[in-house]
């Protein structure tokens, strides 16, 4: 496996220099685009890595993720009514959807629809950034995850169209906590900083049936976890998930730090990361990688 994941790296490397750092986030167009990473957790506890799996970076939409499996342990069935499950086929920080929709998000990992987790983890947390950070720091197994302060501070400081969402689904009536509290949140979520290594070991109970094995706890139930999955496969990818389904044929999430996850069901968990972004996105190298390997490995969930 890390024979493979090196002749990947060298295969996808030259295509840094064909996309664009993401510059929306003012502190996130500092990155140094001349990065790539994959990492591998395989379901009996293995590591495989290529490039610079060790180098934290902005996880960003990743953190949806997180986010959601916590608020399915926490909230039942009755969560679905406040957000869809269906793919918005639309850009994920688009304001349009949401107002002929009365201010229901099409799924969890759209902007909007993060922002609704959000608002639901504020409702069931005293301190919702400290719940989350606990949560990321213990299944990935590594007290030292931190949120890197400075994103966070641009993110709010550059706010004016999470808020709008947020502001526009308070007035639908499906927001129930201060707007101006849960952005603060999701943005220190986003803004958390983790390496591949971290996130494949993180992301394992998603290709273990919802058990973490390292730190042995059942973090979903089975079926629970089938949901998460296929919510991923379906709008992890902005809006490339149908390309991303079709090409890579995996459950997964990105996020515009460039970093992407993806699950093989009952085999192991992946990260790859690579800064520069593609037109919808994501990250241009990162997506070349995962097609390579999961051509490699000749698996994908639909058959
Ligand atoms: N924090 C970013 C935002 O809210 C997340 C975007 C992403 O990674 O898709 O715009």
Redesign the pocket.
């Known amino acids: 496996m890390n024979e493979l994941l090196a002749s990947i790296e060298q295969k996808v490397r030259p295509l840094i220099g064909q996309g664009k750092v993401?510059n929306?986030?003012p502190a996130l167009a500092n990155v140094n685009p001349n990065q790539f990473a994959i990492a591998v957790y395989s379901n009996d506890g293995q590591v495989f890595q290529a490039g610079q799996a060790s180098t934290n970076f902005s996880i960003?939409?990743?953190?949806?993720v997180f986010s959601l499996a916590l608020a399915i342990k926490h909230n039942g069935e009755e969560m679905w009514q406040r957000v869809g499950r269906e793919p918005s086929g639309n850009p994920?920080?688009s304001l349009a959807q949401l107002e002929y929709e009365a201010g229901v998000p099409r799924n969890p990992f759209i902007?909007a629809g993060?922002l609704v987790i959000s608002d639901m983890n504020q409702s069931r947390f005293a301190s919702p950034h400290y719940a989350m950070r606990e949560f990321i720091r213990r299944l990935a197994d590594n007290p030292n995850i931190r949120t890197d302060k400075v994103v966070a501070a641009s993110?709010y400081e550059f706010r004016a169209?999470?808020a709008s969402m947020a502001y526009l689904m308070k007035a639908f009536g499906n927001f129930d906590n201060d707007v101006e509290a849960v952005l603060h949140n999701?943005?220190d979520s986003?803004?958390v900083s983790m390496n591949c290594i971290d996130l494949a070991k993180a992301f394992s109970f998603l290709a273990n049936k919802g058990y973490s094995k390292h730190n042995n706890e059942q973090v979903l139930t089975p079926k629970e976890t089938a949901h998460v999955n296929s919510l991923l496969a379906t709008s992890g990818l902005?809006d490339e998930a149908g390309s991303f389904a079709y090409h890579v044929g995996l459950p997964g999430k990105?996020?515009?730090?460039g970093g992407i996850i993806a699950i093989v069901p009952n085999r192991f968990s992946v990260c790859v990361w690579s800064p520069e972004l593609n037109k919808s996105?994501n990250s241009l190298a990162g997506i070349a990688a995962l097609e390579a390997l999961s051509e490699s490995i000749g698996w994908s969930v639909f058959g």
């Open positions: 993401a929306y986030i960003q939409s990743i953190s949806k994920f920080n902007n993060a993110e169209r999470n999701y943005f986003c803004a902005y990105s996020g515009v730090g996105g």
